[in-house]
């Protein structure tokens, strides 16, 4: 909001611009002004391995981070087991206001967080679990899982979506005007919340309600690998997805050899956006 910028990854380094680390890799946070000079920095996680995967910008200034955690020391006070999600709050200067572990006791990863519109997040990743956080998992590969905390991090609802093959390591997540959660990613499956797969991976978009119930879902793709990799909504109430595609039929029009980049432009849909 002040015109510079934001950013997370993760770092092993201990020197140059980074002036800690835990141990493993830790949450790497990097404050820029609007001409790229480093405002502050900030490293947080355990002994273990700590991944940050989205950062936003909070409506108090401050910044939500979410990633995974193999920690369980350090600024990381819970862990499931093998990988959790690991959320923390900062607030305008970096510092750690609060830190939540969402998983079960195999690896989970967070990919995608966004504050919603009653001040909590909705956070979006992926599960191998069946245990601890995580209910009605399918099959025995990767589902998707969904998460909505409050604005202290308490958990609300968890929904974990799929089916019996692997689906999405890679999501997005975006809360529409009408108070409904649009997801995208890319599924194997064809059953359980996922139908009409053109074969292989495809991608894949969700409409879900403030509840988490599914309005309605989509595959788009081709009899080969189409995996999803972002999406954002546009300003007519549709969607932009972005990939990888290798198919040259179904949904893809033409293929210039092995992965091509795959762009669609979706309309609302079942939607009705204000």
Known sequence: SDGGYIFSGYSNSNNGDLTLNYGGYDFLIVKLNSAG???????FGGSDYDYSESIQQTSDGGYIVAGATN?????????????DWWIIKLNANGALQWQKSFGGTNFDVAHSIKQTLDGGYIVAGMTHSSD????????????????KISSNGILQWQKALGGSQIDSSTLSIAQIPNGDYIISGYTYSNDGDITNNHGNYDYWLAN????????WQKCYGGSDWDKGKTMSTTSDGGFIMA??????DGDVTINNGLYDIWVIKLNSGNLSVP
Do not use: P, R
């Open 132 to 147: 601890g956080d995580v209910t009605n998992h399918h099959g025995i590969f990767v589902d998707i899982w969904i998460v």
């Open 71 to 83: 920690s369980y020391n350090g600024d990381v006070t819970s862990n499931q087991g093998s990988g």
């Open 37 to 43: 000079t480093i405002v502050w920095q900030k490293t």
């Open 243 to 248: 990939g990888e595609s290798l198919s040259t």
């Open 208 to 215: 879900l309600n403030s509840s988490g119930q599914v309005q």
